[in-house]
C-alpha cells in the first residue's frame, strides 16, 4: 500500500532548466563555446559538478578539480541570482493542487532532487510547507540513477522503499526510482521515460485514482 509521495524538483515541481542553463551557457561562452537546449537536457536531474565535467567535455576544455570547483561556484552565483527572483506563478501546473490533495488523504510527502539550493526555491515559491521531509544535494552525495535521494527520504518519512511513488521528469531519476524498489509516475513523455510505471504530461493530470492503482 503507498503511504508516500516523492517529488523531484526541477521539470516536476517548477522549471528551474531554463535558469540552469542560462547560467551554465554564460559559463560556456566565458570559456570559449556554447552548447544547445537539446544539449541541456542530458544535464536534467545530473549533480552540479557532474554537470560542469559534461559541459567542459562538449568544449573538449580541461579542468582541474580546484578550477573545477570554482566554475562550479561561479555558475551557481549566476544561478541564484535569478532563483531569488523566482514568484508563486512558476509553479507548474497542478503542482501546488496535487501537493494539497495527496496530504489531504494523508499520504505523507518528501522532495528528493538533486539540488543543493531546493530550499531556496520552494521558499520563493511558497511550497516548503507542503513537504514532510526535504533531501536534496546537501544531504545525499551519490547522483541518480542511484537511489540514494530516495531512500533517505523514505527513511526521514519512515515509510518503506516499497510504498513510496517517486514523480520524475528525468530518465536518470526514474532509473533512481526504480533501483530504490519503488513505484515511479514519470512526468513528460512515455516514449522517453520508457521505465516508469505510467506517464502523465505534468502534475494536472495526476489524479489518487491513479496513484491508488499503481
Ligand atoms: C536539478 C537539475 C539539475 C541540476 C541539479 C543540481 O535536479 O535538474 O540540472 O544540475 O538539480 O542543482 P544545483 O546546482 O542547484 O545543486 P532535480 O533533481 O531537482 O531535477
Ligand atoms: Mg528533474
Known amino acids: 500500500k503507498i503511504k508516500a509521495c516523492i517529488f523531484d524538483l526541477d521539470g516536476v515541481i517548477v522549471d528551474t532548466a531554463v535558469y540552469h542553463y542560462k547560467a551554465w551557457r554564460r559559463l ?20 552540479r559538478i557532474e554537470s560542469l565535467k559534461i559541459i567542459l567535455n562538449w568544449g573538449r576544455v580541461t ?10 561556484t561561479l555558475k ?16 507548474l501546473p497542478g503542482a501546488k493542487e ?16 538533486a539540488s543543493k539550493n531546493s530550499e531556496t526555491i520552494l521558499n520563493q515559491i511558497g511550497l516548503i510547507n507542503l513537504f514532510d521531509a526535504l ?12 537511489p540514494e535521494v ?49 506517464v502523465v504530461g505534468g502534475l494536472n493530470e495526476m489524479t489518487i485514482e491513479k496513484l491508488e492503482n499503481l
Do not use: H
Open 63 to 72: 579542468k582541474s578539480a580546484e578550477e573545477m570547483e570554482e566554475l562550479a
Open 28 to 47: 560556456a561562452n566565458q570559456l570559449g563555446f556554447d552548447f544547445t537546449e537539446e544539449q541541456n537536457e542530458e544535464l536534467k536531474g545530473i549533480s
Open 135 to 146: 533531501v536534496d544535494g546537501n544531504k545525499v552525495t551519490k547522483s541518480k540513477p542511484n
Open 98 to 113: 496535487f501537493l494539497e490533495l495527496v496530504r489531504s488523504k494523508n499520504y505523507l510527502t518528501a522532495l528528493g532532487s
Open 76 to 91: 551557481n552565483t549566476w544561478y541564484v541570482d535569478m532563483i531569488t527572483k523566482m514568484t508563486p506563478d512558476e509553479i
Open 150 to 198: 530516495f531512500l533517505v527520504g523514505a527513511k526521514e518519512l519512515n515509510v518503506l522503499p516499497e510504498e513510496c511513488v517517486v514523480f520524475e521528469d528525468a530518465i536518470a531519476g526514474v532509473q533512481a526510482a526504480k533501483n530504490g524498489n519503488m513505484k515511479t509516475v514519470g512526468i513528460g513523455k512515455a516514449d522517453v521515460l520508457t521505465e516508469a510505471d505510467i
